[in-house]
């Protein structure tokens, strides 16, 4: 059985509050928040509690709050020498008060509120600086059901910046094709097959591999097509750069000059 | 009975070929190739020609060869006022020879020869010149248990371009992502369930909604500290347009040249 403490109230602390209570070899030793107001929802189910000083003990303390407030709130922990691990994938883990071990347990994936969350879908990225605190993440990580991997903080800041392109920016993608239809009437629902088939192709077959379409073939008919049709300069940036970048990837990229040219 | 002849050998005429066969409700009629060694494996169970001048009688006409043959191919059919239909997304529905009945029949999907394709989920893009010839279109796009929708060849052209965004260029980024990573020894695995859920997302959520990160905080630490992790110039536009842009859509937008400042 290992014993938590929670401190945060967010996205990430709610969804792995809910993943910690239904695992059968995890204890809630007490869920922290400065606003109780936050969690007062479950108050029947676990202890909560405002007050740091009144921290118990447990054998791990999880930080799920905003980046910015990561450091500050491990330097108020009442206590020493024991494991606290923040969950956040582009701070550095010596960020965290060396007072006490330290250690991360960041979840790599999008957390919305609403939407329950399986954490057996959930890579957890782990990193402390002793080995037996490696294990107590392990051991949480298995606890919820989830696949963990060991990752330095250099990777996972990496990993970070990676997430904010297939997730952020894909979404911004599907962003820009829901205006471009909806400009003309067309039903985004048309675009959906094509949206999941798009990601579960990545599950089988590389991103490399698996690509498609006129900037692959360098087919400048249909982008000076494309570039034509679409009306706002922002996606027109973005359709000419991404073009750019995946004839650069697969080795068909003409001379910018040349392409300025053919793109006006 | 839908009686089809098919032209072509490419990923969408082999996906046809054999969602066709499997149809109940349609009979393959030929399928011409001008080279029929590309079609040869499937001779014991369609009639397989490549004498453009043998084309039987038929309902419909598919022509599913790539987009710069269609209109040149149109104009060799040995008959006239017959349904003709190609199934591009870019092409547009007169480039057809009018000296038959025109119609389109485009599947917006991304084909891949090795990967079955299941056209219970793909939408099929309907268009015709003339009512009669639309329900020939839909029966046949029922005939493979294909959703259909009745799109003007404007819509299909943005639809394309849509498709570019939502397909083409989301690949590319998981392709940047992968680079990222690789360069950091990363296991590019522990991206894969975000990718999906990602896509997934978007099925109940509208992207607008789905958005969340440092881009549509307008974290500007996180942002920086990103754009100082990304070692490629391509990469480093790429994040900037797209932070821009996402900002942009969330009304976080900062002046150009304070971010320009910021981000150096």
Same mark, same amino acid.
């Given at each position: 059985m290992i014993k938590v403490c929670l401190l945060g109230a967010g996205n990430v602390a709610t969804h792995l509050y809910k993943a910690f209570k239904s695992?059968?070899?995890?204890?809630?030793?007490q869920w922290y928040n400065r606003d109780l107001k936050k969690i007062s929802t479950y108050k029947n189910d676990v202890t909560i509690i405002?007050?740091?000083?009144?921290l118990s003990e447990a054998d791990i303390y999880i930080i799920a709050v905003s980046d910015d407030a990561i450091s500050t709130l491990s330097t108020t922990l009442? =206590?020493? /020498?024991r494991l606290v691990a923040h969950t956040s994938?582009?701070? /550095? +883990?010596?960020? *965290?008060?060396?007072k006490n071990r330290r250690g991360v347990f960041y979840p790599l994936q999008t957390f919305s509120k609403e939407v329950p969350i399986d954490f057996n879908e959930i890579p957890i990225c782990l990193e402390a600086l002793d080995k037996n605190d490696l294990d107590i993440l392990t051991h949480l990580a298995e606890a919820i059901g989830s696949t963990w991997y060991k990752i330095s903080t250099e990777q996972r800041q990496t990993l970070h910046v990676a997430a904010v392109f297939v997730n952020n920016f894909t979404n911004q993608l599907y962003r820009i094709a829901h205006e471009i239809s909806d400009a003309k009437n067309i /039903? =985004?629902? +048309? *675009?959906k097959p094509l949206i999941s088939e798009t990601a579960k192709k990545i599950q089988e077959v590389s991103p490399y591999m698996a690509q498609t379409g006129p900037a692959k073939r360098n087919d400048k008919k249909t982008i000076k097509k494309h570039l034509k049709l679409l009306e706002k300069e922002n996606h027109k940036a973005i359709y000419e750069l991404l073009t750019e970048s995946i004839k650069k990837t697969h080795g068909v990229s003409s001379p910018p000059r040349t392409r300025k040219e053919k793109s006006k």
């Open positions: 695992a059968q070899d995890v204890h809630i030793v405002d007050d740091i000083s009144k009442p =206590f020493e /020498n994938g582009s701070v /550095n +883990i010596h960020d *965290l008060d060396k /039903n =985004f629902e +048309i *675009l």
